[in-house]
């Protein structure tokens, strides 16, 4: 059996609390079939590195992506509108965040226990307010359900007047409007589990609603992008340090070229002329570092981590990963 040796991870004589942020190799395996089983599968791995964090002795409250999964919610119910009406957009997304954060918190309170640590998970099902003038309505640009073909998603887009677009070079996906979160509805209830228990919340980037002039909130056809959503969560809860876990170890300039550059660490300021000379792929590694800069200008004196799911332990102890602060 495996021996843990817990240790205390402090800031200011508290526990170092930390936003987690999944990316999408955290929920599903490249070539694998995006079945529910599969997906848990894969989360049951997933939280074994999560636990590792909390065994460290870190506070953590834990963002998760939804593009894959809302895109098949989606398909699935309209290819049955024949049969029973189709969900709305917003519906779909609470579908996924529900379904996604039933199998963390199942595989990630399992794990925890395992190592000898009595901390409840819960999964707050979670609205995001956005405005209902963003500019990402007339420009939609965030990929959402399976890739295709150029061949298949020209038909796609005939059938079903979809917007599709190459994303980063594996294909054609749906895109959708990614506008600008402004507030998290729950954040107060969030607050309070915040001290006793790991909270999953925002997931897929929150659904999207707006406010009308009368205080209700009405959900909207939009994805917003996760790495947005869990930097106004660590502002909103004031967390230490922001953790983007992605499929690479560090974020790289001149990525795929002979002269690519894995970076250490770099300032708000160096990150911002790196995404000025258009270094970081839009809908890929570009929101990344745009929600890091934001965050630790937002926070001086904290940090953003992006690194792998992998090493994230690592990253944190200052061994690997890509650091971005103020100075």
């Not at 954040?187 to 909270?199: C, E, G, L, S, Y």
């Amino acid at each position: 059996m495996t021996q843990w040796v817990n240790r205390s991870i402090k800031e200011n004589g508290k526990p170092h609390r930390l936003i987690v942020a999944l990316g999408g190799n955290a929920l599903q395996e490249s070539g694998r079939e995006m079945t529910a089983r599969n997906q848990r599968e894969v989360v049951a791995k997933t939280c074994e590195y999560l636990a590792d964090l909390s065994f460290m002795g870190y506070e953590m409250a834990i963002v998760h992506g939804n593009g894959p999964q809302i895109g098949r919610i989606l398909l699935a119910t309209e290819e049955a509108r024949n049969v029973t009406p189709a969900m709305p957009f917003d519906v779909c997304g609470a579908m996924s965040q529900g379904y996604i954060g039933y199998h963390i918190q199942q595989c990630l309170e399992y794990a925890v226990h395992e190592r000898g640590r009595d901390i409840p998970v819960a999964c707050v099902i979670t609205q995001v307010v956005v405005s209902k003038g963003d500019p990402a309505f007339l420009n939609p640009t965030k990929p959402i359900g399976p890739f295709y073909n150029e061949e298949d998603a020209k038909r796609i887009s005939d059938e079903h007047g979809y917007v599709m677009k190459e994303d980063a070079g594996r294909g054609f996906r749906r895109v959708v409007a990614s506008p600008i979160p402004q507030r998290i509805v729950e954040i107060h209830a969030v607050k309070r589990m915040w001290d006793t228990t790991i909270v999953i919340a925002a997931g897929g980037g929150g659904i999207p609603v707006v406010e009308g002039e009368d205080g209700k909130l009405q959900g909207v056809a939009a994805v917003i992008d996760k790495d947005f959503a869990a930097e106004l969560l660590a502002e909103s809860l004031e967390a230490d340090t922001l953790v983007i876990l992605t499929e690479v170890e560090k974020i790289a300039v001149n990525f795929n070229k002979p002269d690519q550059k894995d970076i250490d660490h770099m300032t708000a300021e160096e990150a911002e002329r790196y995404i000025g000379e258009g270094h970081f792929a839009p809908g890929s590694m570009l929101p990344k570092v745009m929600a890091a800069v934001k965050f630790v200008k937002s926070n001086p004196g904290k940090r953003a981590i992006i690194t792998s799911l992998y090493k994230a332990a690592d990253a944190l102890e200052g061994k690997t990963g890509t650091v971005i602060s103020l100075n």
